[in-house]
Structures are given as structure tokens and as C-alpha cells.
């Protein structure tokens, strides 16, 4: 994976993706772009890519296994407009759309997780930046490419699209592609809302959570046109649940 094969697969992009900028091996895409949106250096649409990522970070400060040059990680800079729709769908429908193109039965797990069965392939690590004169997001992609095994403490839920291809795959045509795609869904304004139901097994399935060590027990009805949860309660009730943060939804539905 290199600077010039990266862009090469990017030609004719039109926001997402139009500059690259490669590591070979850095801690976190995400935080190499946040130092740049800082730094008021970024470029709108400024992807960074790692070929090894070695402190990876991921949702609620959780982190994301580091990479040995056999998976995606990689971060897009948005200034400014973050596009229609719920950023966090976006790079979540792409990754479902480009593995299920290579035949990967990939569905997704409210809010941005990409699962193969109860496994987890991808995962989307969202932050922002707000000052009084500017706002700025970084979408952080990781996706599970190569591997043939993960350490210990996640091996029993993660899953590569190499185990489930039994090939090898370009990680550099992957990326080309999922950023690809992000940059369609992204442009052309597409209805994310729709797109993320349409592949989400999730809605109208009993689901079990844990929210701060409290076990629930609800049934998943809708996502709204916010990105909102809509959950049925045992009691009857109905809730919204606007973001994961301190909510470790199962993957088993
Ligand atoms: C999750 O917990 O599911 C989100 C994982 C996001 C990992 C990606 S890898 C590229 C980017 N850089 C990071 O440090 N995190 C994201």
C-alpha cells in the first residue's frame, strides 16, 4: 500500500478522498486528522490511510486491535458540512455495500457497526471538532481485511472478509472503493435513513443491551430520520435511543 496506488484508485473523486495523506505506520488516522483540522491544515475531504496503525481508537474509548499492514484503517476530514444524512451511516453503508459486492453477507448493527452473523468486520469511529468559527468531523473507518486470526480477547467476536472469502484481498481496491462510496452517498445526498434500514437486521428483533451495567431487554422498531434507535420497552413504553454511548447492544438478534 503507497501514497501513489491510493490515489490512483481516488482519480475523479469528488469531496471525499480528493488528497491523500499515507502512513506507513502512525498511532491513529483519527487523531493524525484531528491534529490537522487543529492545525488548520486539513484539506475538506483529506483522507488519511495507514498501512500499519498501532493505537488505533475506538468507540467509547474502547480500542481498535492495531494493524500489521493486514487491515483498512483509515479517517476522512469533513470541514465544515458534514453532508446530508447521519454521518455515522455513511461510512458504515459503504463498507455493507462494498462487502456484499465481493460477497460478504455484511449487515449492520445500530449505530455503525458492520457485522458478518454475530461477528463484527468494521467499525466507525465518529469525532468533532466545534470552535465559534468552525465545525469539522473525522470519520474513522477500520475494517477487518486480511487478518487469519485476532488477539485472544476479541477473536471469539471479530471476523476478516478473509475468513470469510478464504482469499486475500487488494486493501488498497477496498479502500478505493468504500471511500468511493462514501463519496457517491455523501454528494449525491442519498437518503442514508433508508439505506441503513434497508440493511440493518436489527428492526423489529427482541434485542438485549446493557446500559451502565443495567441488562435491558427491548425490541428494536425503527430508525428514525434523525439516526435515532426507536425501542419497544417489556412495559409497554416506547424510547428513543439517540446514541450508543454507555449502551453495549448484543450483536445476537
Ligand atoms: C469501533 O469501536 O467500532 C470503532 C472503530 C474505529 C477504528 C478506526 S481505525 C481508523 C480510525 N482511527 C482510529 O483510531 N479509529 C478509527
Known amino acids: 500500500m503507497n501514497a501513489e496506488g491510493i490515489a490512483a484508485v481516488l482519480a475523479g473523486v469528488r469531496r471525499l478522498g480528493r488528497t491523500v495523506v499515507f502512513h506507513d505506520e502512525t498511532d491513529s488516522t483519527n487523531t493524525r486528522a484531528l ?19 498501532t493505537a488505533g481508537r475506538g ?17 476522512v476530514v469533513l470541514l465544515d458540512d458534514p453532508g446530508a444524512g447521519p454521518l455515522p451511516f455513511l461510512a458504515a453503508v459503504a463498507a455493507t455495500d462494498e462487502l456484499r459486492e465481493r460477497g460478504i ?29 468552525r465545525q469539522a468531523w473525522v470519520v474513522g473507518v477500520g475494517v477487518n481485511v486480511n487478518q487469519l486470526d485476532f488477539p485472544p480477547d476479541i477473536a471469539h ?9 478464504g482469499a486475500e484481498i487488494d486493501r488498497t481496491e477496498v479502500l478505493g472503493a468504500i471511500v468511493r462510496r462514501m463519496d457517491d452517498l455523501s454528494v449525491a445526498g ?39 434507535l426507536v425501542v419497544d420497552t417489556p412495559s409497554g413504553g416506547r424510547e428513543t435511543w439517540i446514541s450508543a454511548t454507555g449502551l453495549d447492544i448484543s450483536p445476537h438478534y
Open 35 to 53: 491534529d490537522d483540522v487543529r492545525a488548520r491544515r486539513a484539506a475538506d475531504g483529506a483522507l488519511h490511510v495507514a498501512s500499519r496503525q
Open 59 to 75: 468507540s467509547g474509548g474502547t480500542a481498535w486491535a492495531p494493524d500489521e499492514g493486514l487491515g483498512l484503517a483509515f479517517s
Open 105 to 133: 453477507d455484511a449487515h449492520l448493527k445500530w449505530p455503525n457497526d458492520v457485522l458478518i452473523a454475530d461477528r463484527k468486520i468494521a467499525g466507525v469511529l465518529i469525532e468533532a471538532l466545534r470552535e465559534k468559527d
Open 157 to 165: 467476536v471479530a471476523i476478516s472478509a478473509r475468513q470469510c472469502t
Open 190 to 228: 442519498d437518503d442514508l435513513v433508508d439505506a441503513f434500514r434497508e440493511r440493518c437486521r436489527m428492526l423489529g428483533r427482541p434485542i438485549a443491551a446493557v446500559r451502565d451495567g443495567t441488562p435491558l431487554s427491548v425490541t428494536a422498531v425503527d430508525v428514525d430520520r434523525c439516526g435515532h
